[in-house]
Protein backbone atom coordinates (compact mmCIF):
# COMPACT_ATOMS: atom_id res chain seq x y z
CA UNK A 1 0.00 0.00 0.00
CA UNK A 2 0.64 3.36 -0.35
CA UNK A 3 2.21 5.42 2.66
CA UNK A 4 0.52 9.14 3.49
CA UNK A 5 3.24 11.10 5.11
CA UNK A 6 4.61 8.95 7.75
CA UNK A 7 3.84 5.93 9.46
CA UNK A 8 5.22 4.64 12.87
CA UNK A 9 5.09 0.89 13.94
CA UNK A 10 7.11 -0.80 16.13
CA UNK A 11 9.39 -4.31 15.61
CA UNK A 12 10.07 -6.31 18.17
CA UNK A 13 13.08 -8.26 17.80
CA UNK A 14 14.69 -11.38 20.28
CA UNK A 15 18.52 -12.15 20.69
CA UNK A 16 19.52 -14.61 22.72
CA UNK A 17 22.17 -12.84 24.46
CA UNK A 18 22.88 -9.31 24.29
CA UNK A 19 25.57 -8.44 26.53
CA UNK A 20 24.74 -4.98 27.09
CA UNK A 21 21.24 -5.53 27.84
CA UNK A 22 19.15 -6.95 30.56
CA UNK A 23 16.72 -8.37 28.82
CA UNK A 24 16.19 -9.98 25.34
CA UNK A 25 13.80 -8.07 23.66
CA UNK A 26 13.93 -4.82 21.49
CA UNK A 27 11.93 -2.61 20.28
CA UNK A 28 12.97 -0.44 17.06
CA UNK A 29 10.81 2.24 16.18
CA UNK A 30 10.26 2.12 12.02
CA UNK A 31 8.93 4.98 10.54
CA UNK A 32 7.64 4.26 7.00
CA UNK A 33 7.99 7.47 4.94
CA UNK A 34 5.44 8.50 2.02
CA UNK A 35 7.68 8.52 -1.15
CA UNK A 36 5.02 11.04 -2.97
CA UNK A 37 6.73 14.13 -4.19
CA UNK A 38 4.72 16.42 -1.78
CA UNK A 39 6.78 14.58 0.90
CA UNK A 40 10.34 15.26 -0.05
CA UNK A 41 10.91 18.64 2.00
CA UNK A 42 9.61 17.25 5.20
CA UNK A 43 11.41 14.11 5.29
CA UNK A 44 15.03 15.51 6.14
CA UNK A 45 13.33 17.27 9.14
CA UNK A 46 13.47 13.62 10.49
CA UNK A 47 17.56 12.53 9.42
CA UNK A 48 19.43 11.75 11.96
CA UNK A 49 23.10 9.63 11.72
CA UNK A 50 22.36 7.15 14.53
CA UNK A 51 19.08 5.66 12.44
CA UNK A 52 19.32 2.84 10.71
CA UNK A 53 17.97 3.37 6.86
CA UNK A 54 15.70 1.18 5.04
CA UNK A 55 15.93 2.26 1.81
CA UNK A 56 13.22 0.26 -0.20
CA UNK A 57 13.12 0.98 -4.25
CA UNK A 58 10.42 -0.71 -6.81
CA UNK A 59 12.31 -3.66 -8.49
CA UNK A 60 9.57 -5.40 -10.31
CA UNK A 61 10.10 -2.98 -13.92
CA UNK A 62 7.58 -0.47 -13.31
CA UNK A 63 9.56 2.28 -12.43
CA UNK A 64 10.84 2.69 -15.33
CA UNK A 65 13.79 5.05 -14.44
CA UNK A 66 15.47 3.26 -10.81
CA UNK A 67 18.46 6.02 -10.65
CA UNK A 68 15.71 9.37 -11.93
CA UNK A 69 14.44 11.90 -9.91
CA UNK A 70 12.77 9.45 -7.26
CA UNK A 71 15.27 7.04 -7.53
CA UNK A 72 17.83 5.17 -5.35
CA UNK A 73 20.72 7.67 -5.89
CA UNK A 74 18.60 10.23 -5.21
CA UNK A 75 17.33 9.43 -1.50
CA UNK A 76 21.06 8.21 -0.94
CA UNK A 77 22.32 11.92 -1.61
CA UNK A 78 19.37 13.22 0.51
CA UNK A 79 20.41 10.96 3.97
CA UNK A 80 23.95 11.16 2.91
CA UNK A 81 23.96 15.21 3.23
CA UNK A 82 21.38 15.22 6.10
CA UNK A 83 22.59 12.23 7.94
CA UNK A 84 26.44 11.26 6.92
CA UNK A 85 27.74 7.75 8.58
CA UNK A 86 24.57 6.17 8.89
CA UNK A 87 24.06 2.91 8.00
CA UNK A 88 21.96 2.45 4.85
CA UNK A 89 20.09 -1.57 3.70
CA UNK A 90 19.20 -1.18 0.12
CA UNK A 91 16.37 -3.49 -0.29
CA UNK A 92 14.11 -4.28 -3.86
CA UNK A 93 10.89 -4.90 -3.38
CA UNK A 94 7.45 -6.22 -5.41
CA UNK A 95 10.14 -9.30 -6.21
CA UNK A 96 7.54 -11.72 -6.52
CA UNK A 97 8.74 -15.21 -6.13
CA UNK A 98 12.02 -14.38 -7.14
CA UNK A 99 11.13 -13.79 -10.69
CA UNK A 100 13.35 -10.42 -10.31
CA UNK A 101 17.00 -10.85 -10.66
CA UNK A 102 18.62 -7.93 -9.73
CA UNK A 103 18.19 -6.30 -6.11
CA UNK A 104 20.02 -2.99 -7.39
CA UNK A 105 19.53 -0.91 -10.32
CA UNK A 106 23.60 -0.99 -10.44
CA UNK A 107 26.11 -2.88 -8.15
CA UNK A 108 26.65 -1.96 -4.10
CA UNK A 109 30.34 -0.85 -4.93
CA UNK A 110 29.18 1.70 -7.31
CA UNK A 111 27.24 2.98 -4.47
CA UNK A 112 29.49 2.94 -1.99
CA UNK A 113 32.33 5.05 -4.32
CA UNK A 114 29.46 7.51 -5.26
CA UNK A 115 28.68 7.81 -1.21
CA UNK A 116 31.47 7.15 0.55
CA UNK A 117 30.11 8.70 3.95
CA UNK A 118 27.53 5.83 4.03
CA UNK A 119 27.65 2.85 5.26
CA UNK A 120 25.23 0.88 2.33
CA UNK A 121 23.76 -2.87 3.07
CA UNK A 122 22.62 -4.93 -0.11
CA UNK A 123 19.01 -6.34 1.57
CA UNK A 124 18.36 -8.29 -1.43
CA UNK A 125 14.83 -8.63 -3.06
CA UNK A 126 11.48 -8.89 -1.12
CA UNK A 127 7.72 -8.84 -1.23
CA UNK A 128 5.19 -8.32 1.04
CA UNK A 129 2.54 -9.77 -1.17
CA UNK A 130 3.73 -12.98 -1.12
CA UNK A 131 5.96 -12.90 1.78
CA UNK A 132 9.27 -13.31 -0.15
CA UNK A 133 12.26 -13.28 2.13
CA UNK A 134 10.55 -10.85 4.44
CA UNK A 135 12.06 -12.94 7.16
CA UNK A 136 15.25 -12.54 5.88
CA UNK A 137 15.11 -8.91 5.62
CA UNK A 138 14.00 -8.80 8.95
CA UNK A 139 16.69 -10.47 10.09
CA UNK A 140 19.34 -8.47 8.83
CA UNK A 141 17.68 -5.37 10.12
CA UNK A 142 18.11 -6.71 13.48
CA UNK A 143 21.75 -7.68 13.27
CA UNK A 144 22.59 -4.46 11.25
CA UNK A 145 20.57 -1.92 13.87
CA UNK A 146 22.96 -4.13 16.91
CA UNK A 147 25.88 -2.56 14.97
CA UNK A 148 24.90 0.93 15.23
CA UNK A 149 26.33 2.96 18.44
CA UNK A 150 24.31 3.44 21.24
CA UNK A 151 21.24 1.42 20.00
CA UNK A 152 21.85 -0.67 23.03
CA UNK A 153 21.71 2.18 25.44
CA UNK A 154 18.61 2.08 27.22
CA UNK A 155 16.79 5.43 27.96
CA UNK A 156 16.19 6.57 31.64
CA UNK A 157 12.79 5.73 33.27
CA UNK A 158 12.02 9.91 33.01
CA UNK A 159 12.27 9.64 29.41
CA UNK A 160 9.94 6.58 28.98
CA UNK A 161 7.51 8.75 31.47
CA UNK A 162 7.96 11.83 29.13
CA UNK A 163 7.18 9.72 25.92
CA UNK A 164 3.97 8.45 27.51
CA UNK A 165 2.81 11.65 28.31
CA UNK A 166 3.61 13.02 25.08
CA UNK A 167 1.95 10.35 23.51
CA UNK A 168 -1.31 10.44 25.69
CA UNK A 169 -1.74 13.99 25.68
CA UNK A 170 -1.42 13.45 21.15
CA UNK A 171 -4.27 10.79 21.17
CA UNK A 172 -6.21 13.01 23.76
CA UNK A 173 -5.90 16.14 20.77
CA UNK A 174 -6.59 13.90 18.25
CA UNK A 175 -10.00 12.19 19.50
CA UNK A 176 -10.80 16.05 19.78
CA UNK A 177 -10.15 16.75 16.21
CA UNK A 178 -7.19 18.76 17.33
CA UNK A 179 -3.90 19.01 15.53
CA UNK A 180 -1.17 17.26 17.88
CA UNK A 181 0.70 20.55 18.36
CA UNK A 182 1.80 21.77 21.91
CA UNK A 183 4.02 24.58 22.86
CA UNK A 184 7.82 24.33 23.85
CA UNK A 185 6.80 25.56 27.00
CA UNK A 186 4.42 22.75 27.77
CA UNK A 187 6.59 20.11 27.00
CA UNK A 188 9.64 21.12 29.44
CA UNK A 189 6.67 21.57 31.93
CA UNK A 190 6.00 17.76 31.29
CA UNK A 191 9.71 17.21 31.34
CA UNK A 192 9.72 18.43 34.93
CA UNK A 193 7.17 16.18 36.09
CA UNK A 194 8.50 13.05 34.35
CA UNK A 195 11.81 14.05 36.21
CA UNK A 196 13.84 14.63 33.16
CA UNK A 197 16.98 16.05 34.21
CA UNK A 198 17.86 19.45 32.57
CA UNK A 199 20.82 20.11 31.03
Not at 45 to 72: K, N
Not at 108 to 134: A, C, N
Not at 172 to 184: H, Q, S, Y
Request: hydrophobic content about 40%; aromatic content about 8%.
Amino acid sequence: TCTEGVAISDLHVTFEELPALPRTTLTLKLWDFGGQTEYYTTHVAFLDTRCLYILVWDASGAQLDPEGTHGVSFWLHSIQTHAPHATVIIVGSKAGNGRVVNSLPHPISEYEKQFPDLHLVDGGLMDSKTGYRIAVVKTLVRDTALKIDGIQQTAPHSWHRLAQRCAKEAEEMEMEGKAPLVRESEVREWALEAEVAED
